[in-house]
């Protein structure tokens, strides 16, 4: 026992002898869903990518005492608030992780902002954290729903489905999404013929099917997420949709969902995506470790914690400090080299931009493995798969 | 008259088509909420867990040992009614001289446990099941195009409704059944083992859920939450149709589906409270439901 503590302050002091003469403490929040119809897309997944992220990054030998805490918003806004601001007001926590559910992460990113915290925003959708409701402190890492709409809106519409029909999920996210892919789809010459807006979350979507088959559309779009998206596309197979020449557009899909789905039902289903796991060496041998511990392979949006946590501790890092808006000002002066997304820039509203891609789902025959499900029809550049910048969000200058 | 409403005919007969099929769902979990409402005077809150663990046997038979989806429709409710006549046993027979809300709290706490097992294991995006080959493809009916799998569900739920029902009301051991609900003690003396068949009834409704369970697997994903979404709106519809009423059950499970796939048509945003809805203007009008006796 004496032995192990004398040890303990030994590496303890030559710690703090090496480069900063004092220790900074870093609490991480990671809040999302960890019960309901996103936990598996985020849920365990994003506290096991911070985690990593952190043993990767040696935060310890670099002086930055890192402590991890999780919890979970419900999907609900309200709950989502309170966590947030009970860790910042008594917790000490200086940034929040993740927040898949667009109408929680909004909320979060106003607490965060009044508390001079960093909020690393990997899980949600809704433009409209970098635009309407821009905050100094918010990095946007992963994508966002005009990204989406760019991805799959746009090279569907090209491929010649022109008339477009929404089943919309109804909150913030499936609005945000079924708007920006509709200008999308305007924009390339396509028109829309109708939507629906579905209750969220639903289990049963023959009537809205039906509703879109009777629209007479050449493509339904699926502006929703997990399981929805899920029970959506099933049952369009089911009742014979795609077979009679309307096409599928599932505008936020998961690796998880196709995984789910199965190639057999899934197959040919075009997605965008901001990370694949078997896209090169880093990638594999990342999501190698990461399945290791969760038992199933990294989607984009723990990809994007790990990128954002590792580009944040290097800020803390750099500056010395946990204050937020040192620590965005830094994120966003000095681009990251991402082992995972390649080259990240973030804008002065705190939009990361980085290139997305759109994937196909592989067929039965193609696919070599359990998740063996994705290939890549091509890459959208960050610019082009992001929305300009609103002036008045604009806070780099500062 | 629907014209109007700018909805054509033909796709109303769709909607309300789907509206049965939901309703054959409701239909039969909400009996099995009614068998053993009826017969035990258990609220039982784990129904829904139940029906979701029918799913997840079927996809066990079919993922594990290779049993497919035919012989599952049987084996998995077998399964679903065994595990619930072990509850019964353990748990739910030291309660019967108790008030109500004690089962009710025992059983919303039973589904909990359940659902958070399932979701430990399997995650929440859920398992895939495919519809049986033999039942897949569909028929076009001109105003909509109907899974064959869809139009069995239908077939499916009617039969084991009606046989339901027919047991109970119509037979010797209906009569049986409900005798010794009434007067326990007396249908005893007649050498009728009474806890025995209290048990086996428990273990009937709760193998009702999984049925419901094994149909639904094709349909919707096989999921952890698949039950805790339903059963809520299970639970409106025994109220409406009165607790504890066989038929009540029955008609008000087939109704409200096709109620449900209307305001999905004319008002989909309302499709998720119209069933409250309704319940509450029940309640107001007809406490003791459409189908219910006064109490």
Not at chain 1, 137 to 160: E, M, P, R
Not at chain 2, 189 to 211: D, S
Not at chain 2, 277 to 285: C, N, T, Y
Request: glycine fraction near 12%.
């Amino acid at each position: 026992m004496l032995k192990k503590l004398t040890l303990g302050t030994a590496f303890a002091a030559l710690a703090a002898g090496g480069a900063f003469a004092a220790d900074i403490d870093v609490k991480l929040g990671v809040l999302n869903d960890r019960s309901g119809i996103y936990s598996d897309i985020a849920g365990e997944g994003s506290v096991i990518a911070a985690r990593l992220a952190v043993e990767d990054f040696k935060a310890a030998e670099k002086g930055i005492n890192v402590e991890i805490v999780s919890a979970d918003h419900q999907n609900k806004p309200d709950v989502g608030s309170n966590i947030a601001r009970q860790w910042y007001d008594q917790d000490g926590v200086t940034a929040i992780v993740d927040v898949p559910t667009s109408s929680v992460a909004l909320a979060v990113a106003g607490i965060t902002a009044e508390a001079n915290g960093v909020f690393l925003a990997s899980g949600p959708g809704s433009t409209g954290v970098t635009r309407e409701q821009c905050r100094p402190t918010t990095i946007h890492w992963t994508y966002d729903t005009a990204a989406l709409a760019n991805g799959t809106g746009k090279a569907v519409t090209l491929a010649g489905g022109k008339k477009w029909f929404f089943l919309t999920a109804d909150y913030a996210f499936g609005h945000s999404l079924q708007n920006n892919t509709a200008s999308v789809v305007e924009a390339n010459g396509g028109e829309v013929v109708g939507s629906v807006n579905v209750p969220f979350p639903a289990n049963d979507f023959s009537s809205f099917l039906l509703q879109a088959q009777g629209s007479g559309a050449d493509v339904i779009g699926l502006a929703n997420a997990g399981g929805d998206t899920i029970n959506a596309i099933k049952q369009a197979a089911e009742f014979g949709i795609t077979q009679a020449g309307q096409k599928l557009a599932g505008l936020l899909i998961f690796i998880n969902d196709v995984h789910a789905l199965g190639t057999q039902t899934a197959q040919g289903l075009q997605m965008t995506s901001a990370f694949y796991w078997d896209r090169d060496d880093t990638t594999r041998a990342f999501s190698e470790r990461f399945e290791a511990e969760r038992g199933s392979k990294p989607n984009m949006i723990t990809a994007g914690v790990y990128g954002a946590v590792t580009h944040y501790l290097a800020a803390v890092e750099a500056t010395g400090t946990t204050e937020g808006e040192t620590v965005t000002a830094w994120m966003k002066a000095n681009p990251a080299d991402d082992k995972l997304f390649g080259k990240v820039t973030i804008r002065g509203d705190g939009r990361a931009i980085h290139d997305m891609y759109l994937f196909e789902v592989k067929t039965p025959a193609e696919s070599t493995g359990e998740w063996d499900l994705l290939k890549t029809i091509s890459t959208i550049s960050g610019e082009e798969a992001f929305l300009p910048m609103l002036p008045e969000c604009d806070f780099s200058a500062k | 008259m629907f014209e109007l409403l700018g909805i054509p005919p033909q796709v109303l007969m769709g909607q309300l088509l789907l509206g049965l099929i939901n309703g054959s769902f409701y239909a039969v979990l909400s009996l099995g909420l009614a068998v053993i409402f009826g017969l035990l005077n258990i609220i039982n809150f784990s129904h829904g867990a139940l029906y979701m663990m029918g799913a997840f046997a079927s996809w066990m038979l079919l993922n594990y040992i290779g049993i497919g989806y035919w012989p599952a429709l049987i084996l998995a409710p077998l399964i679903v009614g065994a595990f619930g006549v072990v509850l019964e046993r353990l748990l739910l027979n030291k309660l019967y001289h108790l008030d109500h809300l004690y089962g009710l709290l025992l059983t919303f706490g039973l589904a909990l446990i359940l659902q958070g097992v399932f979701r430990n294991y399997y995650g929440i995006s859920g398992m895939p099941y495919q519809i049986p080959e033999s039942l897949s493809g569909g028929q076009n009916l001109g105003f909509m195009f109907l899974p064959n799998y869809r139009a069995w569900v239908i077939v499916a739920s009617v039969v084991v409704c009606f046989g339901t029902w027919f047991v109970i009301e119509k037979t010797r051991l209906g009569a049986y059944l409900r005798a010794g609900t009434e007067n326990p003690v007396l249908v005893g003396a007649f050498g009728i083992n009474v806890p025995l068949m209290i048990t086996l009834t428990y273990g009937f409704g709760v193998a009702l859920a999984g049925f419901a369970g094994v149909l639904a697997a094709p349909i919707y994903s096989v999921n952890p939450n698949m039950g805790a979404d339903l059963i809520i709106v299970v639970f409106a519809v025994v109220v409406i149709g009165g607790m504890g009423s066989i038929l009540g059950a029955i008609i008000t499970g087939f109704g409200l589906g096709i109620v449900e796939g209307l305001t999905r048509v004319f008002y989909p945003e309302g499709s998720a409270v119209v069933i409250f809805v309704i319940m509450a203007i029940v309640l107001l009008i007809k406490p003791e439901g459409l189908f219910g006796r006064a109490a």
